[in-house]
Every structure is written in C-alpha cells, then in structure tokens.
C-alpha cells in the first residue's frame, strides 16, 4: 500500500508532492472513481487514480470534530466523550449530537445534497471512530457490513481488577430487554442475542489493566457489560461498574473507539480510520503507572 499523495504524483511526475496534497485537499482527485480527500489514503498498486484540474475545487469548511477519513460516500469523525451519536429521542432534535454537527459541517460542503446517514453509534461516555454515510447507498452497504460483523472494531478499556491471563474471549448472549436501565447477560430461557468480545491485556497495573478490546459483534452496551460480568469492569462506569474501585481519578467511563476498519462501499479499497487516545485517557494511564512505580 503506498500514500495518496506519493501515488499521484508517480502517475503524474509534473506534480510536486505538495502540489499533489492541494489537489487532493481540492476533490480534485479519485481513487476507483470515488473522490478522496486524504493525502495520507492508503491506495493499492492496482487503484485507479485519476486528476482531474479542471473539476472546480470544493468548498472549504471546518468541522467542530476532529475527522479521521473523508471522502464523497463516508466520513469518520473523532467523537469526544460527553457528546451523543445521535438526538436521544425522535423529538429531541435541538440536541447537541455528533450527528447534528456532521450535519452542519456537510450542508456547508454540498447545500445542493446534504445527505447524512447514520451507520452505527457510540455511547455518550465513549470516545473515539464514528462513521457517517454520506449517501443513502453508502448508508445501506455500511449497515450491512456492520450487520455481518465484517468491520474491524477495536476498543482500548482501562478496567479494574487483574486479568487472569495475557488475553480472553467472552462469548456470552446479552438478554433482549433491559432492568433497571441496564442490560446483563442472559439467562436460561430469556430473550437473548449472540454476543462476542475479544480481549488482550495491553498493559498491567496496580489493581487496574489496559485492554485491547476486539468487537465480533456489536450489541448496545456489549463490553461494558462482559466486561463487568467477568470481574473486569470499565473504570468510570456509573452503570456496570459503580461498585468497582478505581485506582485512577476518572471522570466517565475509560472506553476509547480506537479503530474502524472496512472495505469501502464504493472502491472495496480498505478504509483504516484511527483515533488517538484523548487527554483524560492519557493522564489516567500516567496515573496508574506513577501508582504501580509507587508500590514497586
């Protein structure tokens, strides 16, 4: 796989690379026939890059989230924790949502089609990867890779207590309604769906660890709730772990979408987005190694 700016500019030499950047950064370029706005876009040896100088460069506009990939049919943005996915209910439309901000930032973009489609969700207190479609096709082929478990979802959890082992899988059904406003696993002869997380242990500490955590299905809640349910729950959280202690001064729960990954609606090219770990994520670790150093 080779950058989108470097690829450019070896099938047109006349380019310089930070020419080939501003026609990228313009929608002056595609990739499969799908504009890319990426420099930095992974394209294969195979990908079909055209530049077209004469298409009139898009209008420039800046989003209120941070965007990790942009092109014409997805756009995946850094939601911050606090800050819904989505209005949470039909009527609450005035919400604050990243939704309603994609959105904002799209309409500036193309006034004439200002299509936004949601894909899938993220808990108010979870941080990190949301995908938008930004047709109703794209919408459609996204929702089905999400319904056939075939995009890469990883998450990195600061938990309470100490894994057993190096890593682990929970394959545990979580039950169809909800007690008390939360959801659990099922028991015999309740309602359940299938459920899959995957775990590694990224980092130990006094009383505390930092997973990698790997989606094989995505059911609302899924980690939090495995998690809790086997003695590992995510620091910060009010509803499955509240009882647990916390080794760290945290303010929500310590979840982080770090990485979606799929094959493109359009192109079939991968799509790799990444988030960096926020600043409370950051200073919750540098907290839990000074206590480990602490008690060594």
Known sequence: MTRLDVALVGAYPGLSRRKAREVIEKGQVTVDGAIVLEAGHAVGAAARIQWDPNRPARRRARSSLGLLHEDDAVLVVDKPAGLLSVPSAP????????????RQYVRHLRPRRPYVGVVHRLDRDTSGALAFALDPEARDALRALFREHRIERRYLALVAGAPRGDRGEIDLALREDYEAGRRGVARPGESSRPALTRWRVVERFAGAALLEVELGTGRQHQIRVHLAHVGLPVLGDAVY????RRPAPVDRQML???LLAFSHPRTREMVRAESPLPLDFERAITALRVGRRRRR
Not at 91 to 102: C, G, K, N, P, S
Request: charged letters at 35%; proline letters at 0%; hydrophobic letters at 40%.
């Open 91 to 102: 009527e609450a439309q005035a919400e604050d949502t990243a939704l309603a901000r994609v």
């Open 256 to 258: 982080h979408a770090r």
């Open 241 to 244: 772990g509240r009882d647990a």
